[in-house]
C-alpha cells in the first residue's frame, strides 16, 4: 500500500475535521461565492502530455457522469471528505520541482513520495473520484500566486462557491479568499476543454518556481 494511502487511511481512522466554520455545520450562512467562466482557452501544456500518456484519465464525461450535478450540496459530510483528503495527499507528498525530480521544467504525474502541485492535484482529484464524487466537479485549476508565479490547485465547485484544494495549505478556502489569480480551469462539459476565468483570454503555462 503506498504512502498517500496509508496517510489517507490514518486520518479517515482519526477523524479529521476541518477547522472552519464549516466543520460546526455553519454552512448555510455563507453567501456562494463561484468564479466566473468566460471564453474557452488553451489547456496548459504540461496537461496536453499528461492526456497523451494517459489518455483514459482525460476521456470526456460518460452518459452517467452527465447527470451527475457540477454543483456539490456542501454538507457536512462533504466538507470532511474534501478536508481528509487534501490533509492527507499533503502529508504523503514531499513538493519537489519537476526540475529535480525528472530533469524537464513541466512533467504531470501522479505522485508517489514527491512531487510539484499538479502532482498534488491529480492525486486529490483522483481519491476523490473513487470515493463517489463527480469528476465534473472537481476542475484543474490554473493561477498565479502572490509571487506572480505559476501554480495549479484542485477547485470543487458547490452550491455555497468555488471550493480550492491546495498542496500549500490543509485548510480549504474559497477561491476568492486564496490570494491567487485564477487564469483557467477544466470545463464542466469536458475535462479536455479549458475556460478562461479571465475575461481575457491567457495561455499561461504552470511552471512552478516553487511546488
Same mark, same amino acid.
Given at each position: 500500500?503506498?504512502?498517500?494511502?496509508?496517510?489517507?487511511?490514518?486520518?479517515?481512522?482519526?477523524?479529521?475535521?476541518?477547522?472552519?466554520?464549516?466543520?460546526?455545520?455553519?454552512?448555510?450562512?455563507?453567501?456562494?461565492?463561484?468564479?466566473?467562466?468566460?471564453?474557452?482557452?488553451?489547456?496548459?501544456?504540461?496537461?496536453?502530455?499528461?492526456?497523451?500518456?494517459?489518455?483514459?484519465?482525460?476521456?470526456?464525461?460518460?452518459?452517467?457522469?452527465?447527470?451527475?450535478?457540477?454543483?456539490?450540496?456542501?454538507?457536512?459530510?462533504?466538507?470532511?471528505?474534501?478536508?481528509?483528503?487534501?490533509?492527507?495527499?499533503?502529508?504523503?507528498?514531499?513538493?519537489?520541482?519537476?526540475?529535480?525530480?525528472?530533469?524537464?521544467?513541466?512533467? $504531470?504525474?501522479?505522485?508517489?513520495?514527491?512531487?510539484?502541485?499538479?502532482?498534488?492535484?491529480?492525486?486529490?482529484?483522483?481519491?476523490?473520484?473513487?470515493?463517489?464524487?463527480?469528476?465534473?466537479? @472537481?476542475?484543474?485549476?490554473?493561477?498565479?500566486?502572490?509571487?506572480?508565479?505559476?501554480?495549479?490547485?484542485?477547485?470543487?465547485?458547490?452550491?455555497?462557491?468555488?471550493?480550492?484544494?491546495?498542496?500549500?495549505?490543509?485548510?480549504?478556502? @474559497? $477561491?476568492?479568499?486564496?490570494?491567487?489569480?485564477?487564469?483557467?480551469? +477544466?470545463?464542466?462539459?469536458?475535462?479536455?476543454? $479549458?475556460?478562461?476565468?479571465?475575461?481575457? +483570454?491567457?495561455?499561461?503555462?504552470?511552471?512552478? +518556481?516553487?511546488?
Amino acid at each position: 500500500m503506498s504512502t498517500i494511502r496509508h496517510a489517507l487511511l490514518a486520518l479517515l481512522m482519526l477523524g479529521v475535521t476541518a477547522s472552519s466554520s464549516f466543520a460546526n455545520g455553519d454552512i448555510s450562512n455563507q453567501q456562494p461565492r463561484s468564479a466566473a467562466e468566460f471564453k474557452e482557452t488553451l489547456p496548459p501544456i504540461g496537461y496536453v502530455t499528461f492526456c497523451a500518456a494517459n489518455s483514459s484519465e482525460c476521456d470526456s464525461y460518460g452518459l452517467m457522469e452527465a447527470f451527475k450535478p457540477d454543483l456539490l450540496a456542501l454538507t457536512p459530510e462533504l466538507w470532511a471528505k474534501l478536508h481528509r483528503v487534501n490533509v492527507a495527499v499533503n502529508a504523503a507528498v514531499k513538493p519537489v520541482s519537476d526540475e529535480e525530480l525528472y530533469g524537464k521544467p513541466e512533467f $504531470w504525474t501522479y505522485p508517489s513520495t514527491a512531487g510539484d502541485c499538479e502532482d498534488y492535484l491529480l492525486q486529490k482529484k483522483r481519491l476523490l473520484e473513487q470515493a463517489g464524487l463527480p469528476a465534473n466537479a @472537481l476542475r484543474i485549476t490554473v493561477a498565479l500566486d502572490e509571487n506572480r508565479q505559476g501554480h495549479a490547485v484542485l477547485t470543487v465547485t458547490t452550491t455555497e462557491g468555488d471550493f480550492i484544494l491546495d498542496n500549500r495549505r490543509d485548510d480549504i478556502r @474559497l $477561491w476568492d479568499e486564496t490570494g491567487y489569480t485564477f487564469l483557467k480551469r +477544466q470545463s464542466a462539459h469536458n475535462p479536455r476543454h $479549458w475556460v478562461a476565468l479571465r475575461e481575457a +483570454q491567457v495561455t499561461v503555462g504552470t511552471t512552478a +518556481q516553487n511546488p
